[in-house]
């Protein structure tokens, strides 16, 4: 039998699937140059050249931001009432070595491929929404209008939201790997396949830090601004620095989110998950609607008039399929779980009480829909924060500061920012979007004075 010649053969893949136009060269600073994908082409699809390459250690920092929860507490008084809590909430970031992204970007992509087949075959091709190559042009408020549409078509239906706690940092590996075959259609892993998944869950990493902190000893603090760098260090001097600050993720469970291999493994992960969940939804109702965004799912089952009748049962059997999959790395916690039940064009909690539906950044209360709070307090504050760094420019040249790229990004003239579009892009035709559905959507309204507050903050000088 002719031994296959690389991934692509073994899995039928015409290089046409490949958008290859989608690999762009980045820009940041890392063990490796940065090189062209044309040189890199040949090389990601020699299975021979896979299984011998030496995979370079990712950078590593994390983000630390404020999450805002909000927590039930009783009074003096006994009065249970609702207050807001902040939490810290860290990120990890990994990023790869130039070639490195490369080769998980298209072993992502052909992955991917065999996951679309795999997903229509097996009838969980319509449950996973994200990072999926075979949506194209479609985005959270599509989604987002899909599950909302789906839910006003009933009198009365049971919505169950949850998400996974710390999801790419408690993916199994066995698990993943065992899927993976399946998905793939093969006994075992190909040496390739072998050599980028171990890789990819047994990743090492050096801190960013230590690697700022080696380039200021080199160049001094000064000349470190102002020296332009191919790569951080010459492989000479890695081969010393490695030594001391390489670390290795030893646990049998975690993939670093970000890399372009780790997308597709979320959803290749689920697939008993998701065909065992929509199984149980279809058996409560027929119409019943199953959608998971990466780690955020949401489930409708429409109900009979004792609806609320059905919550503590329904909420039960979900978190008794949920437990199943522990070991897999699927944890969900009490304050990720929300029930609401739609009746009579409202939204209500399990108390029966007034409430909101909050799914992929829109909220509704039955009658309005809005973007989240949270959203746009994220928009404003970055575009404020670019307007204060345009102001300070002009300030200091006497010139006027550069406004450009600052109102491409955050307001209506940069409609079709590099053909993506931006936030104020997105909510206008998200609110185009959402005015199909039985109620009034706001968020227009929300987005209409975002000129006014950029601009004034862009061309007005604040003493702080």
Same mark, same amino acid.
């Given at each position: 039998?002719?031994?296959?010649?690389?991934?692509?053969?073994?899995?039928?893949?015409?290089?046409?699937?490949?958008?290859?136009?989608?690999?762009?060269?980045?820009?940041?600073?890392?063990?490796?140059?940065?090189?062209?994908?044309?040189?890199?082409?040949?090389?990601?699809?020699?299975?021979?050249?896979?299984?011998?390459?030496?995979?370079?250690?990712?950078?590593?920092?994390?983000?630390?931001?404020?999450?805002?929860?909000?927590?039930?507490?009783?009074?003096?008084?006994?009065?249970?009432?609702?207050?807001?809590?902040?939490?810290?909430?860290?990120?990890?970031?990994?990023?790869?070595?130039?070639?490195?992204?490369?080769?998980?970007?298209?072993?992502?992509?052909?992955?991917?491929?065999?996951?679309?087949?795999?997903?229509?075959?097996?009838?969980?091709?319509?449950?996973?929404?994200?990072?999926?190559?075979?949506?194209?042009?479609?985005?959270?408020?599509?989604?987002?209008?899909?599950?909302?549409?789906?839910?006003?078509?009933?009198?009365?239906?049971?919505?169950?939201?949850?998400?996974?706690?710390?999801?790419?940092?408690?993916?199994?590996?066995?698990?993943?790997?065992?899927?993976?075959?399946?998905?793939?259609?093969?006994?075992?892993?190909?040496?390739?396949?072998?050599?980028?998944?171990?890789?990819?869950?047994?990743?090492?990493?050096?801190?960013?830090?230590?690697?700022?902190?080696?380039?200021?000893?080199?160049?001094?603090?000064? $000349?470190? !601004?102002?020296?332009? *760098?191919?790569?951080?260090? @010459?492989?000479? +001097?890695? &081969?010393?620095? %490695?030594?001391?600050? =390489?670390?290795?993720?030893?646990?049998?469970?975690?993939?670093?989110?970000?890399?372009?291999?780790?997308?597709?493994?979320?959803?290749?992960?689920?697939?008993?998950?998701?065909?065992?969940?929509?199984?149980?939804?279809?058996?409560?109702?027929?119409?019943?609607?199953?959608?998971?965004?990466?780690?955020?799912?949401?489930?409708?089952?429409?109900?009979?008039?004792?609806?609320?009748?059905?919550?503590?049962?329904?909420?039960?059997?979900?978190?008794?399929?949920?437990? $199943?999959? !522990?070991?897999?790395? *699927?944890?969900?916690?009490? @304050?990720?779980? +929300?029930? &609401?039940?739609? %009746?009579?064009?409202? =939204?209500?909690?399990?108390?029966?009480?007034?409430?909101?539906?909050?799914?992929?950044?829109?909220?509704?209360?039955?009658?309005?829909?809005?973007?989240?709070?949270?959203?746009?307090?994220?928009?404003?504050?970055?575009?404020?924060?670019?307007?204060?760094?345009?102001?300070?420019?002009?300030?200091?040249?006497?010139?006027?500061?550069?406004?450009?790229?600052?109102?491409?990004?955050?307001?209506?003239?940069?409609?079709?920012?590099?053909?993506?579009?931006?936030?104020?892009?997105?909510?206008?035709?998200?609110?185009?979007?959402?005015?199909?559905?039985?109620?009034?959507?706001?968020?227009?309204?929300?987005?209409?004075?975002?000129?006014?507050?950029?601009?004034?903050?862009?061309?007005?000088?604040?003493?702080?």
């Amino acid at each position: 039998m002719k031994q296959s010649n690389g991934p692509r053969e073994l899995h039928n893949l015409p290089s046409s699937e490949i958008n290859w136009a989608s690999y762009e060269p980045k820009n940041y600073l890392h063990f490796d140059r940065r090189i062209d994908v044309e040189y890199m082409k040949s090389k990601v699809q020699d299975k021979q050249w896979i299984t011998s390459y030496a995979f370079l250690p990712s950078l590593h920092f994390d983000i630390t931001f404020n999450k805002y929860v909000t927590v039930k507490r009783a009074n003096e008084k006994g009065i249970i009432i609702k207050q807001k809590e902040k939490k810290k909430k860290v990120r990890k970031i990994f990023y790869a070595a130039h070639k490195d992204s490369y080769i998980y970007k298209y072993y992502g992509d052909v992955l991917n491929n065999a996951y679309n087949e795999y997903a229509t075959k097996t009838r969980i091709d319509n449950i996973a929404v994200a990072y999926r190559n075979n949506k194209k042009g479609k985005n959270s408020a599509d989604f987002a209008f899909e599950v909302f549409n789906h839910m006003f078509n009933f009198e009365q239906a049971v919505v169950i939201s949850m998400d996974f706690t710390s999801f790419f940092d408690k993916i199994s590996h066995k698990k993943l790997k065992q899927n993976i075959k399946r998905v793939l259609g093969q006994e075992t892993l190909p040496e390739d396949w072998y050599k980028v998944f171990r890789n990819l869950t047994k990743y090492t990493y050096i801190e960013k830090n230590a690697t700022e902190d080696f380039l200021k000893k080199k160049y001094g603090i000064k $000349k470190r !601004k102002k020296v332009h *760098l191919s790569r951080i260090m @010459e492989p000479h +001097e890695f &081969r010393d620095f %490695k030594r001391c600050h =390489i670390q290795i993720n030893k646990n049998e469970y975690g993939i670093p989110q970000g890399s372009g291999m780790s997308a597709v493994c979320s959803n290749v992960h689920l697939i008993d998950f998701d065909r065992e969940l929509a199984q149980w939804a279809k058996q409560k109702h027929p119409n019943a609607l199953y959608r998971r965004y990466c780690d955020d799912l949401i489930l409708i089952i429409p109900v009979s008039n004792d609806g609320e009748g059905s919550f503590h049962e329904i909420k039960k059997e979900i978190i008794g399929i949920v437990e $199943k999959y !522990k070991e897999d790395g *699927l944890i969900i916690q009490d @304050e990720k779980t +929300e029930m &609401r039940l739609y %009746k009579n064009k409202s =939204i209500l909690n399990e108390n029966m009480e007034a409430a909101t539906l909050d799914y992929l950044g829109f909220v509704t209360d039955g009658r309005f829909m809005r973007i989240r709070e949270k959203s746009l307090f994220k928009y404003y504050t970055r575009a404020y924060r670019k307007a204060k760094t345009s102001r300070r420019i002009s300030y200091a040249t006497k010139r006027p500061g550069p406004r450009k790229e600052l109102y491409d990004l955050y307001t209506h003239l940069g409609y079709d920012y590099k053909y993506y579009g931006n936030f104020i892009s997105y909510a206008y035709k998200a609110h185009a979007l959402m005015n199909n559905l039985p109620t009034n959507s706001l968020i227009r309204k929300q987005i209409k004075r975002h000129w006014y507050k950029v601009h004034k903050r862009a061309t007005t000088r604040y003493d702080s």
